[in-house]
């Protein structure tokens, strides 16, 4: 079965960067674009951008530009979300998704990252 | 950038109940809309796609309607673990993709 595993929670310093890592299981996992969504806490789901794992390509919502960078490990199965610069209002769970038919079929469990001096 | 607005913002009703969520577009989408469902702590499922399709293994009790920018997801029956918090997407003009704020969906 389908499987998006995200790695653990993070506290960070405003300023700093963060990792997030997906490692997918259950499917080819160059075959399927990874994107991510990010929800602040009691907020809504927010699109981050995308990462076609075949070629690497990424396509970034323009709030992210300069600040996001999507990379992918294709010999681990393994999508990367970078975001530098960190602030307060990042304050949020990311998620990994990974669309069937164009729609976020498939989830991983979400990453909670705080950041706070 | 499209805007989804999804109203009311909570819902209270009982078990047994007949729900009705909506979702108004900023312009059309046509059917390039969805529904998720997402319990505290957990991430988003995806019940419905292209406005009117369940996705797979999602019980008869859910629908979606609509088009434009005018949809609508009915919960027939409510079950007790149907109260969660809803929210409805658009792919249609990308990017990026949109999310409507989210209907909380109460137990009265």
């Known amino acids: 079965q389908v499987q998006l595993v995200q790695s653990g929670a993070e506290v960070k310093k405003p300023g700093a960067s963060v990792k997030v890592s997906c490692k997918a299981s259950?499917?080819?996992?160059?075959?399927?674009?990874m994107h991510w969504v990010r929800q602040a806490p009691g907020q809504g789901l927010e699109w981050m951008g995308r990462?076609?794992?075949?070629?690497?390509?990424?396509n970034y919502a323009q709030k992210f530009q300069g600040r996001v960078t999507m990379t992918r490990d294709t010999s681990i199965s393994t999508a990367y979300m970078e975001l530098s610069r960190l602030r307060s209002d990042d304050t949020a769970v990311y998620y990994c998704?990974?669309?069937?038919?164009?729609?976020?079929?498939?989830w991983g469990q979400g990453t909670l990252v705080t950041v706070s001096s | 950038e499209i805007v989804l607005t999804q109203s009311p913002a909570t819902l209270s009703l009982s078990p047994g109940e007949r729900a009705t969520l909506s979702c108004r577009a900023s312009?059309?989408?046509?059917?390039?809309l969805a529904w998720y469902q997402q319990k505290p702590g957990q991430a988003p499922r995806l019940l419905i796609y292209?406005?009117?399709n369940r996705a797979t293994g999602i019980p008869a009790r859910f629908s979606g309607s609509g088009s434009g920018t005018d949809f609508t997801l009915t919960i027939s029956s409510l079950e007790p673990e149907d109260f969660a918090v809803y929210y409805c997407?658009?792919?249609?003009?990308?990017?990026?993709?949109?999310f409507g704020q989210g209907t909380k969906l109460e137990i009265k």
């Open positions: 990462i076609n794992p075949n070629s690497g390509g990424t």
């Open positions: 259950g499917y080819t996992f160059t075959g399927y674009y």
């Open positions: 312009q059309s989408v046509s059917s390039y």
């Open positions: 997407q658009q792919r249609s003009n990308w990017p990026p993709d949109t």
């Open positions: 292209d406005a009117s």
């Open positions: 998704a990974s669309p069937r038919s164009g729609w976020y079929y498939y």
